[in-house]
């Protein structure tokens, strides 16, 4: 069992930055893919960002491209996403996600982003 829990999430104004941090607490993920979601209000979940076990490989949804940044330090045991120039409609609950064995088998419990001025 891998537990992921985020961090950084809060309100910001649209144009700003966050940086939301995700973590496992007692396991080392640093051979699995890691990725980022988000469910927005009334909306199904959705793929934001992923990065290889590596680091060096990265994938964004057209929607981030160019605004997030993944990332991920695998001797701290931490994935973070830089997220810039937010716009309203970035406004979701992020979620950690951990692919083990079978795709993205772990979720973190979520971090709520809020875009408003």
């Known amino acids: 069992q891998v537990q992921l829990v985020e961090s950084g999430g809060g309100l910001v104004q649209p144009g700003g930055s966050l940086k939301l941090s995700c973590v496992a607490p007692g396991h080392t993920f640093s051979g699995y893919r890691m990725g980022w979601f988000r469910r927005a209000p009334g909306k199904a979940r959705e793929f934001v960002a992923s990065?290889?076990?590596?680091?060096?490989?990265?994938y964004y949804a057209d929607s981030v491209k160019g605004r997030f940044t993944i990332s991920r330090d695998n001797a701290k045991n931490t994935v973070d996403l830089r997220m810039n120039a937010l716009k309203p409609e970035d406004t979701a609950v992020y979620y950690c996600?951990?692919?083990?064995?079978?795709?993205?088998?772990?979720w973190g419990q979520g971090t709520q982003v809020t875009v408003s001025s």
């Open positions: 996600a951990a692919d083990v064995a079978y795709g993205w088998d772990y």
């Open positions: 990065v290889r076990p590596s680091g060096g490989a990265t």
